[in-house]
């Protein structure tokens, strides 16, 4: 997974130092500057001194020892140099440095070969510190082998090659770097440096456009170390590790021409082996572009910038829909993505204040709000998590983005200090203005928020209807599901992905991504096929009564298409209407899932006789929800009818089986060339259920023969309270 970070504001300060000629200070005599031993031309690695544009201001003596063949002075001043340079980067703070609990534990770990790898740990701690990110005492796997070298290819078992791919993304090294600043303990430069020549000595940089630039997922061979998101976050990490670690003695001139030399491969590679398409085109850009602006010193500085930021304006319209959300319709990918083109304005807006100009557009910002805004409607402010919440959808795993989300908006807030509406949210209402509407429609990608409110106790549905007729990777057959919020539980957590790796434990992520597992309607326990995730908004409006009407449709198959409608009465629970039209005949299954297991905190209701299922969750603080399903009419042959019960788990994060699910399957045949529909009761309850609240719902309208519904009148009672419900197309 990409880093998510963004500082807006903390900025590089370096102070001046004495020049080696400069024999006073203060009026005082000063010790004179020993100048050392000169050393062999061969200590200097590669041609490094090639690469970089020696007429660049500050230069000077670089490029005067260089001329006259002493290279290693060359070195010694160019060392001095980057130690006294004043280039801004927002993404360090050597003023005021800081580092979490779990960072420090990341760099302490690292000194002994034990290297953080995405969430992979080896041994899970128990001191839940922060739970939406990783534990104090998590352990990390230990990369040594038998003979104390550390093997790069180690792949443990149960991580697959998402493990693989992490660990040449090094991301353990920035939080050694800033371990160093706030320490001094020069232990951490050390093992940074022995680590990393040991890594540049078991992968050179091949300096090749590869015939295919993506990952061979299948071949383990492949060069994935120098292609994708490994190079591009190696240097993004690189430009952050540099000002952290140069005034270590231990950052000799002969390991800066090192480091340099392999800084400027690594952009020429992500030059040479670009994405066509898709986010990670994104983060290349995205470095590429920083290593111009942060280190202009090299030749091809210039070309970086320029090339970067025209790969970024070119996908700013590639990468969004025009609705503000990711193309991919991943909600981690999305912020990943707004935080990538964040990166780079932020890096524009630095530059400019120093007299420089960056071709990014002029309108990024403005471009980008409406996917600010987007992470915003998605998310619900958590009382069970005492921050922010967002759901599982595709592959988003949403224990990571909690605490994210929190910097995300109040980076997006900083940038827009007028949004009021903005600032409460991510001020979670300390400050700003409360949101003024409650339904929110994000057309062309397909996600639908309905809201009671804004706060902790209030009601949320968001509704995923993808548009997605190019089956994205990271998008799931899934459309028509949902997921529910109240006093900040989730109530219907989507499955997840639980692991990104297709050779891995293949059946897994097969599993937890299967329609069935999602709270849609099924053919069978089909999946929603190739080419049929296609949703579309009919209707989307506000009553006189305060209620919300939802209307949305997908073909998930051939024959069949799905209508649901989602009626939020007067903001109080949730009725929903599901028509199957088409020409098919085979059995459909509506199916739901519940957050909690059966027979502890939920209660599964088998009422086949009436053809009807129902749940129930039981929480011992009250904080409850009844499900209740009706069909219209029961099937002509009564062996077509069918209601079963499901337990299933959710998965948050990458390989975990984070909770339980306990659900029903409720299974009739499609009347031919007709529509089968059903009602739902989705109804919050404050305590507990108990058999004197009652529930109904009935159809009170007649279909049309040709099975293409344009509307429905439905009956239901809730709890005694008996409402008429209706839309039109």
């Not at 796997?141 to 493990?163: H, K, S, V």
């Not at 670009?274 to 210039?302: C, D």
């Amino acid at each position: 997974m990409k880093k998510q970070f963004l500082y807006l504001f903390g900025f590089l300060a370096l102070t001046a130092c004495t020049d080696d000629e400069d024999v006073f200070s203060g009026g005082e005599i000063a010790e004179p500057v020993i100048t050392p031993e000169n050393k062999p031309n061969d200590v200097v690695t590669g041609d490094v001194f090639a690469k970089l544009n020696l007429d660049y201001p500050g230069l000077e003596k670089v490029k005067q020892h260089y001329e006259a063949d002493e290279q290693y002075y060359a070195a010694l001043a160019l060392l001095d140099y980057y130690r006294n340079r004043n280039i801004s980067n927002p993404e360090v703070d050597l003023i005021t440095p800081s580092i979490s609990a779990t960072d420090q534990r990341i760099a302490d770990q690292a000194l002994e070969h034990r290297f953080r790898s995405a969430s992979f740990v080896e041994d899970e701690g128990t001191g839940n510190v922060d739970k939406d990110h990783l534990d104090e005492d998590d352990t990390y796997y230990l990369f040594d082998d038998a003979d104390g070298n550390i093997n790069w290819n180690m792949e443990p078992e149960n991580t697959g090659r998402e493990f693989r791919y992490q660990t040449h993304r090094h991301q353990w090294m920035e939080p050694q770097a800033k371990a160093y600043r706030i320490s001094r303990n020069e232990e951490y430069v050390r093992s940074w440096i022995e680590v990393y020549q040991d890594w540049m000595n078991a992968f050179p940089c091949p300096n090749v456009s590869f015939e295919n630039p993506k990952i061979d997922d299948m071949d383990p061979s492949d060069t994935y170390q120098w292609k994708g998101l490994q190079t591009a976050e190696r240097v993004l990490t690189q430009t952050n590790i540099l000002p952290y670690f140069i005034y270590s003695d231990n950052f000799t001139p002969e390991w800066l021409t090192t480091f340099l030399n392999m800084f400027a491969d690594h952009v020429e590679m992500i030059r040479l082996n670009y994405y066509i398409e898709g986010n990670i085109r994104i983060t290349q850009a995205q470095a590429v572009a920083t290593a111009g602006v942060l280190m202009p010193e090299f030749k091809n500085s210039e070309a970086w910038v320029d090339e970067g930021c025209q790969i970024l304006n070119e996908e700013l319209d590639k990468q969004f829909l025009d609705d503000g959300v990711h193309a991919e319709l991943d909600f981690s990918y999305h912020i990943a993505a707004v935080s990538d083109f964040l990166s780079v304005y932020n890096l524009a807006q630095v530059a400019q204040s120093n007299g420089k100009s960056i071709p990014l557009r002029d309108d990024c910002l403005t471009r980008l709000k409406a996917s600010m805004n987007f992470v915003k409607d998605m998310t619900y402010l958590s009382e069970e998590t005492n921050n922010y919440a967002i759901d599982n959808f595709n592959d988003t795993r949403s224990a990571r983005f909690r605490t994210a989300i929190s910097s995300r908006l109040n980076d997006y807030s900083k940038l827009f200090p007028e949004d009021r509406e903005l600032e409460w949210m991510a001020t979670k209402g300390k400050s700003g203005t409360v949101p003024s509407y409650l339904t929110k429609a994000y057309k062309t990608s397909g996600y639908y928020i309905l809201r009671s409110g804004w706060t902790k106790n209030d009601l949320m549905m968001v509704l995923k209807n993808n548009y997605d007729p190019e089956d994205h990777w990271h998008c799931q057959p899934d459309n028509g599901t949902f997921g529910i919020y109240r006093k900040g539980r989730s109530f219907f957590p989507d499955a997840g992905c639980f692991a990104y790796d297709e050779g891995y434990n293949n059946t897994k992520r097969a599993e937890y991504r299967r329609t069935l597992m999602h709270n849609t309607m099924t053919r069978f326990d089909d999946n929603i096929e190739a080419g049929h995730r296609l949703g579309k908004l009919l209707k989307l409006e506000t009553t006189s009564d305060n209620t919300d009407v939802l209307v949305t449709e997908n073909n998930s198959y051939e024959g069949i298409t799905h209508r649901r409608t989602v009626f939020f009465v007067q903001k109080k629970f949730f009725v929903l209407v599901d028509e199957v039209y088409g020409t098919s005949k085979d059995k459909v299954k509506l199916n739901f899932h519940i957050k909690g297991a059966d027979g502890t905190n939920v209660v599964f209701q088998d009422l086949a006789d009436d053809y009807q299922s129902g749940m129930y969750t039981k929480f011992d603080d009250g904080n409850n929800m009844l499900v209740r399903t009706f069909l219209q009419e029961p099937p002509k042959n009564a062996s077509d009818f069918s209601v079963k019960k499901l337990e299933t788990k959710y998965s948050n994060d990458q390989g975990q089986e984070s909770g339980d699910r306990t659900g029903y399957q409720i299974t009739t045949r499609k009347v031919q060339n007709g529509t089968t529909r059903f009602v739902s009761v989705i109804y919050p309850i404050d305590g507990q259920y108990n058999d004197g609240m009652t529930f109904d719902a009935q159809f009170t309208d007649v279909q049309e023969s040709n099975g293409n519904p344009v509307g429905a009148c439905v009956k239901v009672t809730a709890n005694g309270e008996t409402y008429d419900l209706s839309y039109t197309l």
